[in-house]
Antibody, heavy 121, light 111 residues
Framework: QVQLVQSGAEVKKPGASVKVSCKAS????????FTWVRQAPGQGFEWMGW????????NFAQKFQGRVTMTTDTSTSTAYMELRSLRSDDTAVYYC??????????????WGQGTLVTVSS | QSVLTQPPSVSGAPGQRVTISCTGS?????????VQWYQQLPGTAPKLLMY???NRPSGVPDRFSGSKSGTSASLAITGLQAEDEADYYC???????????FGGGTKLTVL
C-alpha cells in the first residue's frame, strides 16, 4: 500500500535551515509528483509548492520563493523540502503529499504523517 | 485569512445530515477548478475524502457526497456517525496565486 514516511520533529533557531524528508513506498515513485503543505498550530493548511518528480520542475508559493527548495532522489524514492532563514512563524507541522496526477491542480491523494518544525531561540 | 471560506463549525446528531460549505471566487472555484475535501481526525494527517468535486476515493462511504456550483462547493454527510467527528477542509487551485488554496477548516461535532 502507498506510504509516505516523513523525518522526525526538528527544533531550530531563528535564521537556521531545516530539511524534511518524505520516503515513499508502495508505488512507482517517478509516476507521481509531490506537494508540500504546512499547518501552523491551530490553523488551516498553507500550500508551499510542488515538484514534478519526472522532470524536476518546481513551482513555489510566492511567499516562500527564495527561501524554499524542493528536490527528489529517485534512487531512494524520497522527496525533500528545505526551508531557510527560519522565523518563529515558520513553526508548523509540515506535510508532504502525493499528487494524484502531475499537475499542481491535482488532488492530494496520500499524505505523510507530518513533521513538526519548531523555531525558537 | 484563508482564500476559501468555510464555517468554523457544524454539528448534528447521530443519523442526521449536515452540510459544509466552501466559498471561493472567480480565480479558483469559479474558474472551473475542481474542489477536493479532506478529513482530518485529531492528531492525524489529512485523508482525501472527495476529489473532482463529486468523486469518492475507494473506501470512502457513500454517506459522503460533494457538489459544486458557481463559486461554491459543498460537502454533505448523511447518517452521521460518531466516527465522523473531525475537521474538514476544502481545497482548490487558484489561478492568480498559481497554486493550491485551502479553506480554514470546519470542525464537525456529532452531538
Amino acid at each position: 500500500q502507498v506510504q509516505l514516511v516523513q523525518s522526525g520533529a526538528e527544533v531550530k533557531k531563528p535564521g537556521a535551515s531545516v530539511k524534511v524528508s518524505c520516503k515513499a513506498s508502495g508505488y512507482t515513485f517517478t509516476g507521481y509528483s509531490f506537494t508540500w503543505v504546512r499547518q501552523a498550530p491551530g490553523q488551516g493548511f498553507e500550500w508551499m509548492g510542488w515538484i514534478n518528480v519526472h522532470n524536476g520542475d518546481t513551482n513555489f508559493a510566492q511567499k516562500f520563493q527564495g527561501r524554499v527548495t524542493m528536490t527528489t532522489d529517485t534512487s531512494t524514492s524520497t522527496a525533500y523540502m528545505e526551508l531557510r532563514s527560519l522565523r518563529s512563524d515558520d513553526t508548523a507541522v509540515y506535510y508532504c503529499a502525493r499528487l494524484l496526477c502531475s499537475s499542481a491542480t491535482c488532488p492530494l491523494d496520500y499524505w505523510g504523517q507530518g513533521t513538526l518544525v519548531t523555531v525558537s531561540s | 485569512q484563508s482564500v476559501l471560506t468555510q464555517p468554523p463549525s457544524v454539528s448534528g446528531a447521530p443519523g442526521q445530515r449536515v452540510t459544509i460549505s466552501c466559498t471561493g471566487s472567480s480565480s479558483n472555484i469559479g474558474a472551473a477548478y475542481d474542489v477536493q475535501w479532506y478529513q482530518q481526525l485529531p492528531g492525524t494527517a489529512p485523508k482525501l475524502l472527495m476529489y473532482g468535486n463529486t468523486n469518492r476515493p475507494s473506501g470512502v462511504p457513500d454517506r459522503f457526497s460533494g457538489s459544486k456550483s458557481g463559486t461554491s462547493a459543498s460537502l454533505a454527510i448523511t447518517g452521521l456517525q460518531a466516527e465522523d467527528e473531525a475537521d474538514y477542509y476544502c481545497q482548490s487551485h487558484d489561478s492568480s496565486l498559481s497554486g493550491s488554496v485551502f479553506g480554514g477548516g470546519t470542525k464537525l461535532t456529532v452531538l
